[in-house]
């Protein structure tokens, strides 16, 4: 098992403290890593302040040739990444390893982007241009759903356009972010890319910090909401990539053996725990049976179980918060819907329900009106 540690100013340091990851699957320990302290929260940001003058003075050529360094080697430990990341988020083995080569395509295809210069006029008395500057420091607040792609999604548009990074994970998913940082650490510049782990009581510090300039945050609403208030004070630029209740639309010139598997993989993939899953389903009357029918078979023939476990097709909810939210949501469902699959726990250890299919429920019920980001 790595050494969990915090990646400031290019070293790995031990935290003030420490923090223990639950496995969702089994509930048991999936490994302990450092906890930093605020202090610590501060000597990310001033090394990473520090790092911004240089790092943004260097060609861009030579940060996109350190960005390949950094998806080439976390696309050679994606094994070992995946690993990690099954035990603590809870998601079937092969698509954690998936996750972690995903990071790595995300990070070249940013890595292969340009910085163009705009121009908005050329004339015979003036031309004007737009250059698009790097801000500084960068914060980055990461979920627990899809930790390492979504790392991606930021370090390497921040690192690129010559920003420093400070990256926070979710508590109950350190321990791939910690270890990913552990692996590229030598790729790029002390500071240019700073990694620490809280118990959520952080987020107010990182947003609020007057050395950061930008706040990208990808998360709930109601965390997102918090996020905006913590950075106007300082009037930081804000990124916010936040939940939704999205829905679909069924229309009758569909064959439903067909289009049903498509409409099950987009609202359960990640166990349905997934921004822009589909939450909520409008079925046209002359296909609802045979639609409904569809989905509940393949609701009922999925797999769930140990993300480590041969053949798992949906894995946990990745923590006991989750979990009670989205059986109180089913249970609410029951009472004014009909549920014609799943509906309950699994039996034993970890935060496991049947993928669940609830038909003839309307607006009013929890799994219309609010966001479940679970399987149902």
Known sequence: MPDFKLLINGKMVEGADTLDVINPATEELAGTCSRASEAQLNDAVAAAHAAFPKWAATPIEQRREALEKVADIAMGNATELGAILTSEQGKPLNDAVTEAFGFGAFTKHFAGMDLPVDVLEDSDTRRVEV?????????????WNFPLVLIGFKLAPALLAGNTLVVKPAPTTPLATLRLAELIADALPPGVFNVIADANDLGGCLTAHPDIRKISFTGSTATGSKVMAGAAATIKRITLEMGGNDAGLVLPDVDPKETAPKVFEAAFANNGQVCIALKRLYVHEDIYEPMCEELANIARSKKVGDGAAEGTQ???????????????????????????????????????????????????????????????
């Open 314 to 376: 949906l894995g946990p909810l990745q923590n006991r918060l989750q979990y009670e939210k989205v059986q109180a949501i089913i249970a609410d469902a029951a009472e004014k819907g009909t549920v014609i699959a799943g509906g309950k726990a699994v039996d034993g250890p970890g935060y496991f329900i049947e993928p669940t299919i609830v038909r003839d429920i309307s607006a009013g019920a929890r799994l219309v009106d609010e966001e479940q980001f679970g399987p149902a």
């Open 131 to 143: 250059h698009r500057m790097p801000l500084g420091v960068v914060g980055a607040i990461i979920p």
